[in-house]
């Protein structure tokens, strides 16, 4: 149900099967992938000239193989607001401030499997100016897993630079993250940053990590050689944020626990041509190679590199 006040705001409530996505999809994404994430419950959006609030309380949907059988996982909810500021001609030309809360009542760490209740607060900041722009973010985790406390957080770094008079129009980033892993396995404070409900690729095609107990440093290069094709190559490299802790998927579930003292996780380059026909119908082509680095190289559950090549075509009817 929306309708609009006197003063030209805008307001909006949603009830039912609906996705979240917010920010660059780093904490809440739609996660486009085989299968999109839903969430069932309410959001209240409100809208006035160049901000918008939505609150929103929800709980996860698990998505069944077969038709019309999706269920509610009523082990995992969310809730939160956040705040978005445009700020149109101004050098920093958005911020986005936000509090969420989540509650998972079975998530395996490295402590252990657990039920882990978060509130995660948070900013982030976009700059634009001429050929640059930015974007900075910053999240603090609190909360309880299994009655102990939470500290965790997370921190990161864009920078864009783009020409746009000039052959293949091309356009460098640089973007670094971090965030806290766990440094005692023992002590009854967890440090392990969760990354809430991301994007299904987030570092890359092959993401055999996720923002998890994780420094990144990742180098993008953006062309179009001709009308209607663009071009992209992606470099990251990784390293493990604390070596007692493990590395860990997408979804914040722990991936591989940690069994040498070695940082550096591996890199990866990827490669991803798409070319677009009309309105209804494009064509992309991914090539990507994941090196494993010591700390993938002394487990012995992860004797090889990953190479992958992906062809999609997509029909828009």
Not at 63 to 85: C, H, L, M, R, V
Not at 118 to 128: D, K, P, S, V
Not at 182 to 190: E, R, W
Request: charged residues 15%; aromatic residues 16%; contains cysteine.
């Amino acid at each position: 149900y929306s309708f609009h006040s006197k003063n030209k705001s805008f307001y909006s409530f949603r009830v039912g099967k609906q996705a979240l996505n917010y920010g660059v999809g780093s904490l809440l994404d739609i996660r486009e992938t085989n299968v999109r994430r839903d969430f069932i419950g309410a959001k209240f959006i409100a809208e006035h000239i160049n901000t918008r609030i939505d609150l929103f309380a929800m709980e996860l949907m698990n998505e069944n193989p077969g038709y019309f059988d999706d269920q509610i996982n009523q082990s995992q909810k969310i809730a939160g607001i956040w705040i978005t500021q445009i700020m149109p001609r101004k050098f920093f030309n958005r911020l986005d401030a936000f509090y969420i809360y989540t509650h998972r009542a079975s998530l395996n760490l490295s402590q252990g499997l657990g039920t882990d209740s978060r509130h995660t607060i948070g900013a982030a900041l976009n700059f634009f100016s001429h050929h640059w722009s930015g974007y900075t973010e910053a999240d603090l985790q609190l909360g309880k897993f299994n009655g102990y406390p939470i500290f965790a957080w997370k921190f990161t770094q864009s920078f864009t630079y783009q020409l746009t008079d000039v052959f293949l129009k091309p356009a460098l980033s640089a973007t670094t993250a971090i965030s806290s892993g766990d440094h005692n396995l023992q002590d009854s404070t967890l440090n392990t940053f969760s990354p809430l409900y991301p994007k299904g690729i987030y570092y890359g095609f092959v993401d055999n990590a996720g923002s998890a107990n994780m420094i990144v440093i990742h180098g993008k290069l953006v062309t179009e050689p001709a009308r209607r094709f663009n071009f992209t190559a992606d470099y990251y490299i990784f390293w493990r944020q604390s070596i007692v802790d493990g590395i860990y998927g997408a979804s914040g579930s722990l991936l591989l626990a940690s069994d040498n003292d070695q940082r550096r996780i591996g890199s990866m380059i990827d490669a991803v041509g798409s070319f677009t026909f009309n309105s209804h119908f494009s064509f992309r082509c991914v090539v990507a190679y994941y090196k494993r680095g010591p700390f993938l190289i002394h487990d012995t559950s992860t004797p090889h590199d990953i190479r992958y090549l992906g062809v999609t075509a997509i029909l828009r009817l």
